[in-house]
């Protein structure tokens, strides 16, 4: 505890550790020894790819391994407790009280049953930090920092009852109930739209330097840990690469890897000629108005999508992009208007659409591990809809999922017979492309592809639809909340809130001013490679 950072004591630290995983009965290291030093205050941000081994060393700080992983070496000392050698009961004491945890999802870490009170209560009164009625009145005074609405009634709601965005802060406040010495975010603010990122990374910077909280942030957004961190270690494959303070990290990266982090999101779509005004939209969205139950979500809602063209549709939460598609795919008949495919109406419900309708329109779906179903191999994901549509069976069908492999760029040989827990992220994001293109569609809907993945796998993704696009003449409606993807795949953008589109055009108009004030404030909150960017920011919207 001798070695101080600002006068700052060691908090953590690991020497040399290893982790295993387990395949088939067969162990193999997963973490090739890592050294970290946190202090007492500090933030260090954990990037790299998927497979890079972030979350696995975030959760070893609190002497914590997921099923079918094992620490198999080294030594991980948290406040001079060796958490190797800790008992199961000192580190159940720890978690929780000491050292918290804030998930990627917080919708599916709270329990459903139980109102967001109760849940935040249970760690200090189990603890026995503090009683029930003390508990809820901290309760309230964090939400009121974590600047949620309403924070003296928000606790009594379900987790369902708020949105995704106020649902990460609380869960951020809950982390912080028994006020822990650490805490380790792991890509808490991923799946979030920017406008909502903006207020989630506000408030836990916040809360992190008023309660003096050291802290492990795992992302794979290099502008988000650009804010966030004081350190950052780059990790790839388990080993670790680099290490440095953020602006020495962001200002002359010494190693090619990291450069080559640095570098990502090169690719930018070839600009495409005019649409010749007589050319019929493969699909046209007109004068949607649409919901559920009594409530209208969408309203008078146009747009057209072209062959060989990308519409990203982009909002924050709640503005009606997925509704929208709910719309155009059938699920969701809409009140008034009408879905039009190469200029002729389809039928508002799916269950009244011809096979063939049904075959020209296909999703991929934000998250492919859900999408793919965990017990069928790879030749029956990608086979069924080349059966159902195109009817080919035997060898017609083989060698079609052999070519559709091929195309996205996954060795047939190696992949046809895998199951989807032996692929990559990336990896089953291409397959739920494979499965798309299996009914060879006119148009695609991308629903939030890239959101999930790390830059270097997302800019792989989006590169591969750039080329099949071309290839096959598609037509794509990409939905996202990330204005990074547009400018790197989009021909035109619409921009929705509330179920409206405030505004709409090519991309080379809509990047630039004058804007409509939301589009405005969506483009304003894209984080930057700077590390004075939020408090900039957010200095200039207070005075604003």
Not at 95 to 105: D, L, T
Not at 507 to 517: G, I, L, V, Y
Request: glycine share 8%; hydrophobic share 40%; net charge negative.
């Amino acid at each position: 505890m001798t070695e101080q950072n600002n006068g700052k004591p060691v908090l953590l630290t690991m020497k040399g550790l290893r982790i295993e995983g387990r395949s088939d009965e067969t162990w193999s290291e997963i973490v090739h020894g890592i050294d970290l030093t946190l202090h007492k205050g500090e933030v260090l941000g954990l990037i790299g790819e998927s497979g890079a081994g972030k979350s696995t060393v975030g959760l070893a700080a609190m002497g914590f391994t997921r099923d079918g992983c094992r620490i198999s070496g080294g030594e991980i000392v948290f406040d001079g407790i060796d958490l190797m050698k800790a008992s199961e009961a000192t580190k159940r004491d720890l978690r929780g009280k000491r050292i918290a945890y804030v998930a990627q999802s917080a919708a599916a870490s709270f329990n459903p049953a139980h109102k967001l009170m109760d849940q935040y209560c249970e760690a200090p009164v189990q603890h026995g930090v503090m009683g029930r009625n003390e508990a809820e009145s901290d309760a309230v005074d964090l939400y009121r920092r974590m600047q949620l609405p309403e924070p003296d009634v928000i606790g009594f709601r379900y987790p369902h009852q708020v949105s995704g965005g106020q649902l990460q802060r609380a869960m951020t406040a809950m982390a912080m109930a028994c006020r822990p010495d650490l805490i380790i975010f792991d890509e808490p603010t991923t799946a979030l739209d920017v406008t909502t990122q903006i207020e989630v990374l506000a408030a836990i910077r916040n809360i992190v330097e008023q309660f003096d909280t050291a802290a492990i942030y795992i992302t794979h957004d290099l502008a988000v840990v650009a804010q966030m961190a004081d350190r950052i270690k780059v990790l790839l494959k388990g080993d670790e690469v680099e290490e440095a303070d953020t602006r020495s990290m962001l200002s002359a990266p010494k190693e090619d890897y990291t450069k080559s982090l640095w570098a990502v999101r090169s690719h930018a779509r070839a600009e495409q000629p005019p649409v010749a005004a007589d050319k019929t939209p493969v699909v046209s969205v007109k004068n949607i108005t649409a919901g559920y139950g009594a409530v209208d979500v969408l309203m008078n809602v146009n747009f057209d999508i072209h062959e060989r063209r990308t519409v990203a549709v982009v909002g924050e939460s709640g503005s009606g992009k997925s509704t929208t598609a709910r719309v155009i795919t059938g699920l969701l008949p809409p009140r008034q208007g009408e879905i039009l495919f190469d200029g002729k109406v389809l039928p508002p419900d799916y269950r009244r659409r011809t096979r063939d309708q049904l075959r020209q329109a296909q999703m991929i779906y934000q998250m492919a591990d859900t999408a793919l179903n965990p017990k069928l191999r790879i030749r029956e994901l990608i086979g069924r809809p080349a059966q159902m549509y195109l009817g080919l069976q035997g060898k017609a069908l083989t060698d079609r999922i052999r070519n559709l492999l091929d195309l996205i760029e996954l060795e047939p040989d190696d992949y046809i017979d895998r199951l989807p827990a032996e692929l990559s992220g990336g990896q089953k994001q291409r397959i739920g492309i494979a499965r798309a293109l299996a009914a060879e569609p006119k148009f695609i809907i991308c629903d939030e592809v890239t959101s999930a993945l790390d830059q270097l796998v997302a800019e792989g993704i989006l590169k591969l639809l750039d080329k099949l696009q071309t290839e096959f003449d598609l037509a794509y409606m990409f939905i996202t909340h990330d204005l990074a993807t547009v400018k790197a795949i989009a021909d035109e953008v619409v921009v929705m809130k509330e179920g409206r589109v405030v505004e709409q055009g090519p991309k080379s108009e809509m990047f630039q001013p004058p804007h409509d004030p939301y589009t405005e404030l969506l483009l304003s909150s894209v984080p930057e490679m700077d590390p004075d960017w939020l408090t900039d920011l957010l200095r200039e919207r207070e005075s604003g």
